[in-house]
């Protein structure tokens, strides 16, 4: 056995590894207002600080959702997606260059014995880009594990990217507003504190907003859920 061969990428996982326990055990959420008042502070340079980390974030499996709600915080519904999606994308990307390369034997051992991947990687090798796109819309794997195993599938890197974007931009947003409505960091980073500032009026339009985006997202996400179990129709044997 060539063990020089191996090195790198056992390197490679071993960092990534380490990384991901230490953030597990890191006090992330209690340290969370005070970082992203800290992020508030820099401006600009913060956005990009901001988008740096959320990217890293996404291929060090942490929670994608308090990240997301963490950009509609700080810079609102508009700047905050405007930050998270390309955020979003470039840690998937990353991940999925990662599942490809130098973690693809811990990736497939991970998703070897399950059926539904195996479904998901037949049809991907049918449909291409169009089963990326409902997966992201209908998720059926966690995401961040999901992201390092479409790399070891036929999809090309620009299609991926490309789809990839669009289908996670309406979760994005959704949750980019959700966390414009918080009004403080100790807030997000509890989950509960709805919007105090403003008029009454403004906050009418705030939550009906909100309601409006939700149900897109609702009925995005059942549409997809719909259009997944009839292209891939192994994938609801495979879950039952």
């Known amino acids: 056995m060539n063990l020089a ?8 996982l071993a960092i990534l590894a380490a990384s991901v326990v230490a953030l597990r055990l890191l006090p992330v959420r209690q340290e969370l207002p005070v970082f992203l008042e800290w992020v508030r ?9 901001f988008g740096g980390l959320y ?6 499996f942490l929670p994608g959702a308090i ?8 810079y609102g519904p508009l700047w905050g997606t405007v930050i998270a999606s390309p955020a979003s994308v470039l840690g998937a990307t990353g991940a999925f260059l990662i599942g490809r390369t130098a ?10 014995t399950s059926p539904r991947f195996a479904a998901l990687q037949e049809a991907i090798g049918r449909e291409g880009t169009k089963i990326l796109v409902l997966v992201r819309l209908s998720p059926v794997s966690p995401f961040s594990l999901v992201n390092y195993a479409f790399g070891l599938t036929s999809l090309s890197l620009r299609n991926y990217v490309l789809g990839s974007w ?5 979760g994005t947003f959704l949750y980019v507003y959700l966390g414009s409505v918080i009004t403080d960091a100790a807030g997000l980073a509890s989950g509960a504190n709805p919007p105090a500032g403003g008029s009454a009026a403004q906050r009418v339009l705030l939550w009906v907003g909100l309601a409006a985006t939700l149900a897109v997202v609702v009925v ?4 997809a859920r ?10 609801e044997k495979a879950e039952s």
């Open 5 to 12: 061969r191996w090195r790198k990428p056992a390197l490679a």
């Open 226 to 235: 719909s259009a997944l179990a009839r292209a891939v129709p192994e994938l």
């Open 166 to 170: 669009i289908a996670m931009l309406p």
């Open 220 to 223: 995005v996400t059942r549409t």
């Open 103 to 112: 973690a693809r034997r811990w990736v497939r051992a991970k998703v070897s």
């Open 67 to 74: 990240l997301t709600l963490s950009a509609g915080f700080l």
């Open 41 to 49: 502070g820099l401006r600009w340079m913060g956005a990009f600080l």
């Open 55 to 60: 990217a890293a974030g996404t291929i060090l």
